[in-house]
């Protein structure tokens, strides 16, 4: 009797044991869970955050938009603006000339570094963003300017100045293109 006592207090022992155990694994998976659930929460955020900052941004330009006076002060105004975001580091916004087929800058705002020193843009040789722009009439975009460094000459003039993204937009009113503003991050 006593060894049977003995044996059915271990049974219950080891039963406890592994209650204990696979509560612990359920809060070690809890837990996992809950800091996945966290960094997602975190994320979106941040997301949101950064879309609330583009959509204040964009207010702005319009804003600017309604009461520029010339059209300089509205490039400017732009050029500012974009700037002012997170992450931008240089954004200018470049006239077509169609006839000495080029892009020139009339207005730019942040760490520029020299890059406009090449300009104008060449229309009829370039593969930069604000040429492709311009000559395509859409929008580009090179996420990653150190992709291909080597084979596209304004990749690695971009990259030396530090720029790790580009957008360019071309600046189109009733088919007409007026410029491209391209912004680099």
Do not use: M
């Not at 869970?33 to 964009?58: D, G, N, P």
């Not at 971009?158 to 007409?176: M, T, Y």
């Amino acid at each position: 009797i006593g060894e049977a006592a003995d044996l059915e207090a271990v049974v219950r022992a080891v039963h406890t044991l592994c209650a204990i155990g696979g509560s612990t694994l359920d809060q070690i998976r809890y837990r996992r869970q809950l800091q996945v659930y966290e960094r997602k929460l975190q994320q979106r955020t941040r997301r949101i955050a950064r879309t609330e900052e583009i959509a204040e941004t964009y207010r702005e330009i319009v804003q600017e938009t309604i009461s520029a006076t010339s059209r300089s002060d509205l490039h400017t105004a732009i050029c500012e603006r974009l700037v002012e975001n997170d992450g931008i580091e240089f954004a200018w916004i470049g006239e077509v000339d169609w006839a000495e087929k080029s892009v020139s800058p009339r207005a730019w705002d942040g760490s520029e570094q020299g890059y406009l020193e090449r300009a104008p843009f060449d229309l009829e040789g370039g593969d930069e963003p604000t040429v492709r722009a311009a000559r395509n009439r859409e929008l580009t975009v090179a996420e990653n300017v150190a992709a291909n460094v080597s084979e596209e000459e304004w990749r690695s003039k971009a990259f030396e100045k530090g720029f790790q993204s580009v957008i360019a937009i071309p600046l189109l009113h009733n088919e007409i293109l007026h410029g491209v503003c391209t912004v680099y991050a």
